[in-house]
């Protein structure tokens, strides 16, 4: 069964940060495309960040450019998000998403992503 598990989500000040991990399991992933995508209420799932297999190539929404880094270890089937200077309007359910094949140029479309976990919800208090 194929499982992408969001963690490391929670309750911050504005000003503070937070790493999310994604644990990727029922399949290798090393050759996909991973990705970040988040939800606020009332709003449709936007794109985060993405990552190429191997792990040379980043691509990040302009509204977190500079904020957020995205990485990845193979080698634990694992993705990160690092999301410093957090304001309230990154408050939202964080979701990992992975893309095979992991082919070129990255995207943030979500009709590209196969795969997607449940999701980690992330408050930054003002």
């Known amino acids: 069964q194929v499982q992408l598990v969001e963690s490391g989500g929670g309750l911050v000040q504005a000003g503070g940060s937070l790493r999310l991990s994604c644990a990727a399991s029922g399949r290798v992933f090393s050759r996909d495309v991973m990705g970040w995508f988040r939800q606020a209420p009332g709003k449709e799932r936007e794109f985060v960040a993405a990552?190429?297999?191997?792990?040379?190539?980043?691509y990040y929404a302009d509204s977190v450019k500079g904020r957020f880094a995205i990485s990845r270890d193979n080698a634990k089937n694992t993705v990160f998000l690092q999301m410093n200077s957090l304001k309230s309007e990154d408050t939202a359910v964080y979701y990992c998403?992975?893309?095979?094949?992991?082919?070129?140029?990255?995207?943030?479309?979500?009709?590209?992503?196969?795969?997607w976990g449940q999701g980690t919800q992330v408050t930054v208090s003002s």
């Open positions: 990552i190429s297999w191997t792990g040379i190539t980043t």
């Open positions: 998403a992975a893309r095979s094949p992991g082919t070129l140029p990255l995207s943030g479309r979500k009709d590209e992503f196969n795969y």
